[in-house]
T-cell receptor
Framework: GQSLEQPSEVTAVEGAIVQINCTYQ??????LSWYQQHDGGAPTFLSYNALDGLEETGRFSSFLSRSDSYGYLLLQELQMKDSASYFC?????????????FGQGTELSVKP | DTGVSQNPRHKITKRGQNVTFRCDPISEHNRLYWYRQTLGQGPEFLTY????????KSRLLSDRFSAERPKGSFSTLEIQRTEQGDSAMYLCASSSFSGSIGIQYFGAGTRLSVL
């Protein structure tokens, strides 16, 4: 089966750096995605890693190690608006067309 | 283009009633997905369309659930004889065939409450 594990909660202060880890188990692998979801809002795509290494997009970076079945999302210069749930996701390799399997989400609380 | 649109945003119904939700994807996207999300969980896949063809259905989608995408544009998700366990956020997402398979664009969802 396919499964993803990520911490349920993380707390950090404004201006700090936080890392949200994700480990996955899949029978095939096409890349790791990250989504952000504010309370009551739509999940919003943040980042996608198909290959090992670091992808940087502004204050957000995402890292992938396929040999370790592990990735993380790094958020720098935290702002209050970054308080949200963050989900890692992989594509189900058994399904054509991109069905995503999501982790349970990490709720990030940014304190002043 | 304003993104993926879902209607209604909220639906309250009594157990046993039928409900229907609508999703309008990003216009040039030929792939459309329905997910269900409960509190504190990640979205769970329900079904997937490529154009008008429904290509995949989750085992979560009991025979009370049906989805359509006539003409490959908007989609509807109907739940018949609703049960309290159907209470959840129903999310629609779309993507383009040529796009990265890791990127889907989500609507804000329809929150269903079954009393």
């Amino acid at each position: 089966g396919q499964s993803l594990e990520q911490p349920s909660e993380v707390t950090a202060v404004e201006g700090a750096i936080v890392q949200i880890n994700c480990t996955y188990q899949t029978s095939g692998f096409y890349g790791l995605s990250w989504y952000q979801q504010h309370d009551g809002g739509a999940p919003t795509f943040l980042s996608y890693n198909a290959l090992d290494g670091l992808e940087e997009t502004g204050r957000f970076s995402s890292f992938l190690s396929r040999s370790d079945s592990y990735g993380y999302l790094l958020l720098q210069e935290l702002q209050m608006k970054d308080s949200a749930s963050y989900f890692c996701a992989v594509r189900d390799p058994r399904v054509q067309g991109g069905k995503l399997i999501f982790g349970q989400g990490t709720e990030l609380s940014v304190k002043p | 283009d304003t993104g993926v649109s879902q209607n209604p945003r909220h639906k309250i119904t009594k157990r046993g009633q039928n409900v229907t939700f609508r999703c309008d994807p990003i216009s040039e996207h030929n792939r459309l997905y329905w997910y269900r999300q409960t509190l504190g969980q990640g979205p769970e896949f329900l079904t997937y369309f490529q154009n008008e063809a429904q290509l995949e259905k989750s085992r979560l989608l009991s025979d009370r659930f049906s989805a359509e995408r006539p003409k490959g544009s908007f989609s509807t998700l109907e739940i018949q004889r609703t049960e309290q366990g159907d209470s959840a956020m129903y999310l629609c997402a779309s993507s383009s065939f040529s796009g990265s398979i890791g990127i889907q664009y989500f609507g804000a969802g329809t929150r269903l409450s079954v009393l």
